[in-house]
């Protein structure tokens, strides 16, 4: 370096004015001169120590933060797996739920449909009490208090969605009718049905239970 020249050039001179063999006579002002870059040689080589370990500092601070990056780049990796499995078991969870909704209203509709079965045949036989009681010539009041009841019974069916069905004159289908009769019938196509014998229902435009018919045969 250009400043440790200098200082060793200075020392050197020193020495060899000291030396009484070798004393050499130097003007006060560059004497002066040589003092203040000794100094600022000196003062120099303090920052440069300084910095040095100041670089030296910041060096390891940089190693940490690199180390630091690295745990965080693997704790962001973790957590994204984690988060992705939250992910899928909450998705799982959340299909689990519908499906077990899905399971427990298929359940309870069946329930339903064999409650409502039951009750249909118990309306049914009221409403043929009904028409007996209607072929006697006594009892008014009973009538007309068992009508109620069966008007009731036939109101609350409706409310839970229960209609009857009207299959005079359509066509035979499998999925709602059941074939009890044929006829021959020349006037009106094969399979027509000609007759309701056991009474069919819906539940919800769905078949609840299916209507017994007679239905027509073309003459051979």
Known sequence: MVFEDFYDDYFNARRSLED????VSIPKEKYKNLMEIAEKYEMLLRKF???????TELHKQLETLKEDGRQLKDLEEKTEKYLNSLVRVQAD??????????ENERY?????????KKLI?????LHRALKVLDSLKKG??????FKMIVDNFEKFLEDEGVKPMHSEGEKF???????LLVEENEFLPENTILEEIDQGYYLNN??????GVKISKSKL
């Open 206 to 211: 769905k078949v609840l239970k299916p209507a």
């Open 173 to 179: 289908d499998p999925y709602k009718h059941e074939c």
């Open 49 to 55: 120590d300084q910095v040095d370990a100041k670089k």
């Open 93 to 102: 969870f959340e299909n689990y739920k519908k499906a077990n909704y899905r």
């Open 20 to 23: 009484p063999y070798s004393k």
């Open 121 to 125: 045949k118990h309306y049914e036989d």
């Open 140 to 145: 008014e009041s009973v009538k007309k208090g």
């Open 108 to 116: 309870r509709l069946r329930v339903k449909e064999e409650m409502l």
